[in-house]
């Protein structure tokens, strides 16, 4: 079998863990989480999340841009704000996707980095990806929705999903202890390059619990 992948994250682990479910019969359900315990797993981060405002951010499973989750602003009122806030190092590339809908021109969920604002989403929107290079050090991220004195539209709030800081450079894949099948290549993939990947499953084996990480880790958050 081959499939087309895109690396590296928490996102190729999943995406190849379903791959493999299907391709020997098991139903992908349970390859896919059904809870969401907090706003990290919402946005597939392996970061620290905190939120703030008049009410925090909760994550849910209605409005996403994965399909599963996502983090959701506080359900505020007029003259309130509601924020989430997460502390990354980089350098590297910092990825999100986000949304709105809300009063166009009134209400604003709006992105800062270290304190400066970096863009702003008002009205309905569709789900848009920021993109942002990152220095060396730490960096601190905010998401805030603000409402005004007066008015309402739409769902009256914001979203966040697929939080991603990616090192420059590139990643290993390996295969797992106690796989049941091989993964190919084992080498060497610059991050954003799409590869071929081969599964040879072993032998007289049906159930396939085959997969894989990218290392080093500890560069993808
Ligand atoms: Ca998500």
Request: net charge negative; with cysteine.
């Amino acid at each position: 079998m081959e499939y087309m992948k895109r690396l590296p994250g928490r996102l190729l682990l999943i995406i190849g863990m379903v791959l493999l479910a299907v391709g020997s019969g098991v139903s992908s359900a349970s390859a896919v989480a059904v809870a969401v315990p907090t706003l990290a797993d919402a946005l597939e981060a392996s970061l620290a999340v905190t939120s703030g405002g008049t009410l925090p951010w909760f994550p849910q499973m209605v409005t996403t841009h994965d399909g599963i989750d996502a983090a959701q602003a506080g359900g505020i009122t007029h003259g309130e704000s509601s924020f989430m806030e997460s502390t990354v190092t980089g350098p590297g590339t910092l990825s999100f996707w986000w949304k709105s809908s809300c009063e166009n021109g009134y209400y604003f969920l709006r992105f800062s980095l270290d304190g400066v604002e970096q863009g702003a989403l008002t009205g309905e929107t569709e789900w848009r990806n920021m993109i942002l290079p990152l220095g060396a050090g730490a960096h601190t991220l905010r998401w805030k929705y603000v409402k005004d004195g007066s008015g309402s539209a739409g769902s009256d709030t914001g979203w966040v999903d697929g939080l991603a800081v990616v090192s420059t450079g590139t990643f290993t894949i390996t295969t797992m202890a106690g796989v049941e099948g091989k993964i190919t290549p084992t080498a060497m993939v610059d991050y954003g390059v799409t590869v071929p990947v081969t599964v040879t499953p072993v032998p007289g084996i049906t159930s396939q619990r085959s997969c894989w990480t990218v290392s080093p880790t500890g560069r993808v958050q």
